[in-house]
């Protein structure tokens, strides 16, 4: 087939009804655009990739990808035919299945050729003999990405909250790092119980990721991982909720899910290359899911600047 006549055939879909309905397009041609937050290089100019369908983290395609090298950021659109459903697993060992499409045609836009916009977009057809296509006009080419939100380990340990930001009779300490594939930095806070006749603990802690990419990967692998306990678990009311207004969710941790007044909640957030978890735990009937959510939007205005 020609780039034409592959055009011609593909269908635009949303990811929604494409996941839905994997079985009813499989085989089919459909055109998506997504930002790679993960490549695997698989030799030549052959690459499998993860992509954020319209930049949504929670929107994953598995795409097996020839042609131009493909960066981390990068702009990937795609023409291709869909393979079904393809699974993985996370780094803590879930099991993550999402959309897979072998790319027929690939258009990408380089974050690091905005400068040249005009060739900054490639397209590679897989057929021998195809032609690229010529670029667009200066006019129709979108101006460059933002700059990718990065801080320091040290910057990550100031942001997290101080005594000031809990209640009354709360104490809180600063734990230090952890040094692994990320840094990680943790504060413990409590109340006073003898005060307060019951006992609330918070634990804060922070991960910087070497991009602003991987950190979005990582939360969204963590959305994945809470909503497959919580399908498991099959629970009646049991459920994963996205926080307004905050690149925040919240989730009952707790292994004893279906008894009321032990909850563990749990908040993870992202920002920038820092992913945020939040865990609330406490005597029975004292963990709040309200006060979880609050203490957690409170870190991420600290890690804004709000």
Sequence with gaps: MTPEEIKAEAVDIEYDPLYRNIETHTGKIVHLSGKAVQIIIKGGNRYDLRLAV??????MIYVTYRGDRVLENDTVEVWGRVKGLHSYKSVLGARITIPAINSLIGVVNHTDDASSPEQAETEIARTQGQTAAPAKAA?????????????????ASAFLLKPDDFPKNWTAKKNGMIAGASTYWRLDAQNDYLTDYDAKMIKITLATHETEAGAQTAFSDKKAEAQATIDDRGIS???LEDVKNYPLFVWNASSQANIAGVE??????????????VYHEGSVGAPKK????????????SIKGD
């Design 237 to 239: 009311g049991d459920k």
């Design 139 to 155: 006019s129709e080419v979108k101006p460059p990405p933002t700059a990718p939100i990065i801080f320091s380990g040290e910057q």
């Design 290 to 301: 309200g006060f979880a959510v609050d203490i957690a939007k409170k870190q991420i205005d």
């Design 264 to 277: 563990k909640w749990t908040v993870i957030g992202v920002y920038g290359n820092i992913t945020v978890k």
């Design 54 to 59: 319209d930049g949504d983290y929670d929107q």
